[in-house]
C-alpha cells in the first residue's frame, strides 16, 4: 500500500483530504469542518451520524449564522435531510427542565434520546411544530424538523428530513456527538 501510495505522489496525483482520515461516523468530517469555524463551537459540539441510511446522500455544508450545519444532498433532493448546530439563542440559557417542558409543549412530537446523557430530548414533527396530516401521517415528502437538545451542550441543535417521518425519528436514533 505505502508504494502504491509512493507512485501516485510521484506521479503528481494527490489523495483527497478525507482519504487520509477515515471515520466511522456519517458526515463528521463535514460537521468538523464547519464547527471549526463556528461562532458557537465552544457550546455546540459537533453531530454525526453512527450509521448510513437509505437513501444515502452526499454531505455539503449548509449555513446556520452563528452556528454550523451539514446537509445531505440526493441527485434530485437539494438538503434532503441534515442537521445543525444553531447560534445561541437567550432561551438556550434555561435549565433542561425548562427546556423539556418548552419543546413538549411547543412540537406535537416528543422522544428522549437515551444515546446521549440525559437530560436529552427532542421535540418534533412538521416544520412549524405541525403534527403530520392524517391523510399522511408517515410525512412521506414533507419537511419534518426536530429541536434537538443534549445534555451538557448549551444550544438547540436543528435536525430535519424531507424523506418522511420515519427517517427522522431513524436520524434522531443515529445522532452521536463527533468527539475528539
Keep these: 500500500m505505502r508504494s502504491l501510495l509512493g507512485a501516485l505522489l510521484l506521479c503528481g496525483l494527490t489523495l483527497p483530504a478525507f482519504a487520509a ?43 446556520f449564522g452563528g452556528g454550523w450545519g451539514v446537509a445531505f444532498d440526493l441527485p434530485e433532493l437539494r438538503s434532503a435531510y441534515g442537521f445543525a448546530g444553531t447560534g445561541l439563542l437567550p432561551d438556550d440559557d434555561a435549565d433542561a427542565a425548562v427546556q423539556r417542558d418548552r419543546l413538549y409543549r411547543q412540537w406535537p412530537y416528543f422522544r428522549d ?10 421535540g ?19 419537511q419534518s424538523l426536530a429541536y434537538v437538545r443534549i445534555a451538557g451542550q448549551r444550544c438547540t441543535y436543528n435536525v430535519w428530513s424531507r424523506i418522511s417521518r420515519a427517517h427522522l425519528e431513524w436520524m434522531l436514533g443515529t445522532l452521536r456527538i463527533a468527539a475528539d
Excluded: T, V
Design 21 to 63: 482520515e477515515p471515520s466511522a461516523l456519517i458526515g463528521e468530517r463535514r460537521a468538523r469542518a464547519e464547527w471549526a469555524k463556528a461562532e458557537n463551537r465552544q457550546d455546540c459540539a459537533p453531530l454525526a451520524l453512527a450509521a448510513s441510511g437509505e437513501p444515502e446522500g452526499a454531505p455539503r455544508a449548509a449555513a
Design 113 to 122: 434520546l437515551a444515546q446521549f446523557p440525559a437530560p436529552s430530548f427532542a
Design 124 to 142: 418534533y414533527g412538521q416544520e412549524g411544530a405541525e403534527p403530520y396530516p392524517a391523510g399522511n401521517p408517515e410525512g412521506a415528502g414533507l
